[in-house]
C-alpha cells in the first residue's frame, strides 16, 4: 500500500509542475506581445512624423513653384489680376497689382487689408496645399513701368 501512495503523490506533484510551467509560459507570452505592440506603435508615430514633414515640404515646394509661374507671367506680362488661378502642381496664385483696391484680403500691411501697393510693385501670393499641410508664400516684385523690367524685392512666407 505505501508503494500505491507514494505513486499517487510523485504523480501529483508531476501535475503541479505542468500547471506552473504552462502559467509561465502565458505570462511570458503576454510580455512579448505587449513588447511587440509598443513597437508598432513608435513606428507609426514615426513613419507620422516623417509623412508630416514630407507633406510640408511638398506644400512649400508647390507654393514656391507657384511663385516662380507667377513670376514669369508678370515678366511676359500674361496675367489677370481679376482671379486666381491654379498651376498643374496644385498652387493657387493670385496677382495684385497697384490697380487693385483689395486683392481678396491677401495685400496685407500691419495686418489690416486696406492698405494699397505702390506704383510699379506687384504683390503673388501662393498658396502650396499637400493633402492636410498648407503653406502659403508671398512675393513683392518691383516692375519698372518704363522698361518692363521685373525685380524680385521679397519672397516669404506667410503663416496660415
Avoid: W
Avoid at 501529483?12 to 508598432?40: N, T
Avoid at 495685400?107 to 489690416?112: A, K, R
Amino acid at each position: 500500500m505505501s508503494f500505491n501512495i507514494k505513486n499517487q503523490i510523485l504523480n501529483l506533484k508531476s501535475d503541479k509542475q505542468g500547471v506552473a510551467s504552462l502559467s509561465a509560459i502565458l505570462l511570458i507570452g503576454a510580455i512579448i506581445v505587449d513588447i511587440a505592440l509598443v513597437g508598432m506603435f513608435i513606428v507609426f508615430i514615426a513613419n507620422n512624423t516623417n509623412y508630416g514633414f514630407r507633406l510640408s515640404a511638398q506644400a512649400y515646394a508647390d507654393a514656391e513653384s507657384g511663385i516662380q509661374d507667377a513670376i514669369l507671367r508678370v515678366i511676359r506680362n500674361q496675367y489677370s489680376d481679376d482671379d486666381p488661378y491654379t498651376i498643374p502642381s496644385g498652387a493657387t496664385i493670385e496677382i495684385c497689382d497697384d490697380s487693385d483696391a483689395s486683392c481678396n484680403n491677401t495685400v496685407i500691411c500691419n495686418g489690416s487689408p486696406s492698405c494699397a501697393i505702390s506704383v510699379g510693385k506687384r504683390e503673388i501670393v501662393s498658396d502650396g496645399q499637400a493633402l492636410t499641410k498648407r503653406r502659403r508664400l508671398r512675393a513683392t516684385l518691383d516692375v519698372d513701368p518704363h522698361t518692363g523690367e521685373v525685380r524680385p524685392v521679397a519672397i516669404y512666407e506667410i503663416s496660415l
